[in-house]
């Protein structure tokens, strides 16, 4: 009985208290830099795409809403096209994760509704952005030991050069 | 000076009917408030048109009656509650002069005549649904009403004895001197809660009972049938707040300010403690409302008469 009125009385207070609600459209919500928003397609501090068209991220994804094609062009791989299907995306970031490049990374913009369904598939051109995104220093094919014009094999940063195995001599 | 009945009874109705719609909005609102987040607020200041724009959508929706229902029987029932709340109204003293049936001499006994004629709507609802979860909630609503319907008439003949008169007119004059909730507080308490289970509100809104039953009664409704429903709970709340008030809270009396006034401050602030204990309580299992009912309720109620009455035989000169 007293516990009754007492969560009427308690009930009652929070008539003073703060409300938790955000007005969305006219206060924004604070969102932080880690927040799992719209896929972009970052590049390399150099301007040249990231993405190396590995497949690692559309392998990732758990509804299978990336879909893309490789391309080679002196020895660099790119996708020839970059496709997700963002009414099928559930942002979970398992993509962002599997890329060994940061080439796809997630941002904090949610405000991406569409009235047609079909607006929802983001092609390259959409993805892909000038900047390097959330890790503006590196750079794939600077630290990796493939064979691009104007890097021979062993000429990456922290790279020594190749051993030649079939020699004896030290 | 009397006002002509026609304009009271398009003035009742227009008001009643208005405010229950206007309800579903301050409920939103108040409820929002008492957990802390907003409620509707984006159709019109603070939300206000949210009641029209609701209502505009339970317009245009299609008016659906399932195949396998009774159709007289389905279409009558949401028709029935709302009729039977409005009747109620007739003999209500809104102010001295001010009610549609005027000074009926069996007033109270006839307002629980036609709400429990009430009972009807829901069951017969939910029969005529012929699913198992509106069935299961009628048959819950007329166990429920039926027995809170006992005493709710019990807990109020300690008022009907000190006024000596079942006239609603007569019950508020005799509350001049002193309220009627002091000398009657337990007659008070049963009565309103009795009152919550009458209108089948929660905390006592097993009828309806969202998780175990869909919708209960209403599950098979949509469209303005279901705002029907959903127009008669909320003037059936209005409606209790007045009796409340009338029979408990002094009606119209108050110092300063116009009679009517007074009425709707208290009725305002009946139908907010309704709101406070829907934001507030959880809905209890239905034996435990069976059993809050007869075993605790109805006694309370029977001690309340016969306290009044010895009472009243002491005091009684000779
Ligand atoms: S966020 Fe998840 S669902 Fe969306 S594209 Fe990446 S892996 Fe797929
Ligand atoms: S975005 Fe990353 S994981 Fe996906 S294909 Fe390109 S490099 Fe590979």
Known sequence: MFGILRTLWLTFLHMGHRRVTVGYPETRPALPPRYRGRIILSRDPDGLERCVACNLCAVACPVDCISLQKAEQDGRWYPEYFRINFSRCIFCGFCEEACPTYAIQLTPDFEMSEYVRPNLVYEKEDLLISGTGKYPDYSFYRVSGVEIPGKDKGEAEREQPPVDVRSLLP | ?318
Not at chain 2, 11 to 35: D, I, P, S, Y
Not at chain 2, 45 to 73: E, H, M, N, S, T
Not at chain 2, 161 to 188: E, H, K, N, Y
Not at chain 2, 230 to 236: C, P, T, V
Request: a neutral charge; one cysteine or more.
């Open chain 2, 1 to 318: 000076m009397t006002p002509p009945p026609l304009v009271v009874i398009a003035a009742t109705l227009v008001v009643l009917l208005g405010l229950a719609t206007m309800l579903t909005w301050v409920e939103r609102r108040l409820l929002g408030l008492w957990q802390d987040r907003y409620g509707p607020n984006r159709v019109g200041p603070g939300g206000l048109f949210q009641a029209v724009a609701d209502g505009i959508k339970i317009l245009f929706k299609q008016d659906w009656i399932p195949p396998f229902a009774d159709r007289p029987v389905f279409v009558l029932a949401p028709a029935i509650g709302m009729m039977t709340v409005l009747l109620a109204f007739g003999v209500i003293p809104v102010t001295a002069l001010w009610s549609i049936a005027g000074d009926l001499n069996v007033g109270l006994l006839f307002v629980f005549a036609t709400m429990g004629l009430g009972v009807y709507s829901v069951v017969l609802a939910g029969w005529a649904s012929n699913s198992k979860y509106a069935l299961l909630g009628g048959m819950r609503a007329a166990a429920q009403m039926i027995s809170y319907e006992v005493f709710m008439g019990l807990s109020t003949l300690g008022v009907v004895m000190t006024t000596g008169s079942f006239s609603l007119r007569d019950i508020v004059q005799a509350q001049a001197g002193l309220w009627f909730v002091i000398p009657q507080c337990l007659g008070f308490v049963v009565f309103l809660m009795a009152g919550i289970a009458e209108t089948h509100r929660l905390p006592f809104d097993l009828p309806e009972g969202e998780n175990e039953l869909g919708a209960g009664f209403h599950t098979e409704y949509s469209g303005m049938k279901f705002g029907m429903f959903f127009l008669s709970e909320y003037a059936g709340i209005v409606l209790v707040s007045a009796l409340v008030t009338t029979l408990y809270l002094g009606g119209w009396q108050g110092p300063v300010l116009p009679p009517a006034l007074w009425f709707a401050a208290k009725t305002g602030a009946l139908v907010c403690l309704f709101i406070l204990l829907r934001a507030a309580l959880p809905r209890p299992r239905y034996d435990q409302l069976m059993a809050l009912g007869w075993k605790i309720l109805l006694p309370l109620s029977l001690l309340n008469i016969v306290a009044t009455g010895a009472v009243l035989l002491l005091r009684a000169p000779g």
